[in-house]
């Protein structure tokens, strides 16, 4: 059987009432979920420049490797070229191996320039990375702290969340997707969290604009469900002022 719009109001304001007690909870724990987020994020930044660092490093040292290589496979042609040197037949012979050995020597001073080319950025770089390592050190340790904060507060209100989560998916249920959705859109929108109000002193309980006597009574017969004009909060009743006088004064008298 569909329920009535005094129903669907009720259903609404409770889910409401739900939410906000869970609002509370998370005010609670602050900025701590997305600072810890944050820090997760910023360690995984550095991490990945370290494994950066580390590839770069090997690229070096097998460039370094390389150029030590090409070193020693010059000293060879210099040796074989100073030999045959020693047996040429004529000018032209000498100046082609003349060359030959300018050109090795001029190899070597290539490689070994771009050896210490290499080493100084090796150099660099693992000074960097002792830099990084220190930060890393530091914000993994904050991180750390963030953790055991975070984790004793919600291990404090941890079985209220779990038993309002569980309240709130019982809630849901009663109500249909249409409503639910626009709910959900509206407190989106809603800086407070609040998507469902009651008229208190003849004010709108979320953006506490003045709500017109006409459209109060509108909103207490509760045949269609009425929306703030300036908010889009949804009007689940009217608080009357008499009614929270009472409430006062039997909590005064207690």
């Known amino acids: 059987m569909e329920s009535t719009v005094a129903q669907k109001l009720e259903a609404l304001l409770n889910l409401q009432k739900i939410d906000s007690r869970l609002d509370s909870i998370f005010k609670v724990r602050g900025a701590l ?44 042609l210099i040796k074989k070229y100073q030999e045959q040197q020693m047996n040429v037949r004529n000018n032209r012979e000498y100046d082609a191996i003349t060359k030959e050995l300018e050109l090795q020597d ?52 941890e079985n209220d969340e779990s038993k309002l989560k569980s309240e709130r998916e019982k809630a849901i249920k009663k109500i ?48 269609k469900i009425i929306v703030c004009e300036h908010c889009g909060r949804v009007f689940a009743g009217v608080e009357d002022e008499i009614e929270e006088e009472g409430l006062k004064k039997k909590r005064s008298r207690a």
Request: net charge neutral; hydrophobic share 30%.
């Open 33 to 76: 979920p997305e600072e810890v987020q944050d820090l997760e994020d910023e360690i995984a930044g550095y991490e990945t420049r370290l494994q950066k660092f580390h590839t770069d490093t090997v690229a070096l040292e097998e460039d370094i490797k390389r150029f030590k290589d090409n070193i020693k496979e010059s000293e060879k």
């Open 106 to 157: 001029l190899e070597i001073q290539v490689s070994k320039k771009k050896i210490g080319e290499a080493q100084a950025k090796i150099e660099f770089k693992n000074n960097e990375v002792n830099e990084l390592q220190e930060i890393l050190k530091e914000r993994q340790k904050d991180l750390n702290n963030k953790k055991d904060e975070l984790g004793t507060i919600v291990s404090e209100s």
């Open 176 to 223: 249909e997707d249409r409503l639910v959705k626009s709910y959900t859109k509206i407190r989106t929108n809603a800086k407070n969290g609040l998507a469902v109000v009651m008229v208190k002193r003849g004010a709108c309980g979320g953006c506490f604009n003045v709500v017109p006597p006409q459209r109060q009574a509108d909103i207490r017969e509760k045949k």
